[in-house]
Every structure is written in C-alpha cells, then in structure tokens.
C-alpha cells in the first residue's frame, strides 16, 4: 500500500515525533500582495480582459416593445507581466453599475472615489469584478412572437392544437456583430408533441422539460 505524499509524511511524523509544519513560508506570503507569486517574469507581457455578460429583457407581446432589462456580468483577466505591475483601468459609463463585487487586488478607495480599477493583478487567470446594470436601453436583438389558438368545442379540447411563430433579429450595433443566438421557449406541461420549423439554425424538443430550443 502507498500512501499519497501528504498521507505518507503525516504517518513518518507521527511515528518519530517530527513537526509536519513547513519551515518555510509559501512564496509571497510575506510580500504586500500575497495573491502573486514573487519572481514572475516574462518574454512577451500581455494583459488580456474578457466580458460576459447575461442579458434578461421582457419585450411587450403585441408591439414588441421593451419593458424592463437588467445585465449581470463579469470581467475576467488574463495577466501576463513581469515583475510587481500596478495597472488602472477605467470603464465607460461605470456610474450605471450597481452591486460591484472586486478580486481582492482591488485598492476600493480608488473605485468609491475616482471610479478607477486600480490593482497589482495576480499572475495567471482570474476573475476580476463581477457587476449588475438596470433598465439597460440597447439590446441586441428584437423578438415578434405571434400566438394564435383557434376555439375548439369541450370534446375537441383534448386534442387542441396552437400555432406560435417567432421573429428573432439583430438590431444595428455599429461594428459589433451577434453571434451564438440561442432561444428557449418554454411549453405548458400538457404539451404532448411539438412539430417545429427554422428558417435558419437548428431546432429541437425536450419531452422532458417540455421546452424548444
């Protein structure tokens, strides 16, 4: 049987009373930002910012009108640099973000006062804020959806029968294109089968969760 390195130096200490403690302490423990490990260098420094953001809007089904919106994203950091970097980065329209949660690198004094990201980044991937906007005006896409359920008699209601199209389009964004457009329409549980057609893209039925995609 062998035991895993830290199973194995565990039972060795308890057998000749030796200290399983570290003599030393972990690189960068002792330094000002303990989150970067010291030493770091580079050929080529390179900072890389990401954003994901999850758009949620009720549109008004007879005028296609939008009703409410909110965003919830985040920021993620790809740091490569060399030595002990200090970077500030400033966000447009930083004032219509609410509910604002940082990576600890973050110097908040900074944020609260002058609405600036100002941090020595840790070395590698990481997650940088994470943020919450409301009643954003600009969506991406518009949606006419059109539902029609003609009038059936009490022995025709179990097997009644609707139509429900759909209209998905991109709204103009200057240089920014849409891309990976997915739509969920959720069905009413007593849906028994759905017979679906797609002008363009792929289409498909959970009986499961009696959902289209």
Known sequence: LILPPGQMKAV???????????EAFPKGALSGTPWRRMGVNYTANEVVLDIVERLDATFDG??????????RGAVYCSCHLSGTPHLVIRLDSARGLDDVAFHRSVQLPSWDQERLIRLCPPDGQFELLTYRAQ????????????????RATCAEAS????????????????????EDVVIHLPMPSGVQ?????ATFGTFQFSEATKRCR
């Open 62 to 71: 007879s005028s296609s009108m939008l009703l409410r919106s909110s965003v």
């Open 159 to 178: 097997s009644f029968e609707g139509r429900m199209q759909v209209t998905v389009g991109a709204r103009r964004l200057g240089a920014l294109t849409v």
């Open 12 to 22: 060795v200490a308890a057998v000749t009373g030796q200290s399983v403690l570290s």
């Open 193 to 197: 089968g759905v017979t679906m057609t």
């Open 135 to 150: 009643n954003t005006v600009g969506v991406p896409i518009y949606v006419n959806p059109c539902f029609s359920f003609p």
